[in-house]
């Protein structure tokens, strides 16, 4: 699909200077016209099959980001499935302790999500700058950013919940 040029024209001077930096380093793609708010370094053209090349690569990443999103998710919920269940069930007081580790991996599953979906956001970018300079739309992308914080919340949630169920299960005494 081909964007107007209107259209293409906003999206290139939406584009960070960092994006246009980075663009400029490769040589070759037809970049026409060029914005006003366009760096003067930036160059008409720049290399268009190592901006192919880049890509790809990071349409690949994504899907592979997508599949190790989805095994984390599994993971954890099975884990934190099965402690619960086994200290929920085994009468003996001190078993709330098993509901820690959970509870761990809760918070450092949140802190690695959050922090990849800062990243992945200036992804996005990048990919639609690429498929702008090869005159396309870029492939919907913002899955992988919305499940990622989707899971971000949902371990916080799950931690406090682990938190409320020590608290309920197993009163302090």
């Not at 964007?3 to 070759?28: C, G, N, P, W, Y």
């Amino acid at each position: 699909m081909k964007m107007s040029k209107e259209k293409a024209q906003r999206k290139v001077e939406e584009m960070s200077e960092d994006l246009l930096k980075k663009i400029h380093k490769q040589q070759t793609v037809f970049v026409d016209p060029l914005p006003r708010s366009a760096p003067e370094y930036l160059e008409r053209t720049i290399d268009k099959d190592l901006l192919w090349k880049e890509y790809e690569l990071h349409i690949d990443l994504y899907k592979h980001y997508m599949r190790i999103v989805a095994t984390f998710n599994v993971f954890f919920y099975g884990v934190t499935g099965a402690v619960i269940s086994y200290s929920l069930n085994a009468g003996n007081p001190q078993v709330r302790w098993a509901l820690v580790f959970p509870m761990v991996m809760s918070v450092f599953f949140a802190v690695v999500f959050f922090n990849s979906w800062r990243t992945f956001k200036d992804v996005e970018k990048e990919i639609e700058c690429i498929a702008y300079a090869f005159g396309f739309q870029r492939p919907e992308v913002s899955t992988l950013t919305q499940i990622l914080l989707s899971s971000v919340l949902m371990y916080c949630v799950t931690f406090v919940g682990l938190a409320i169920a020590i608290w309920l299960a197993h009163p302090w005494r």
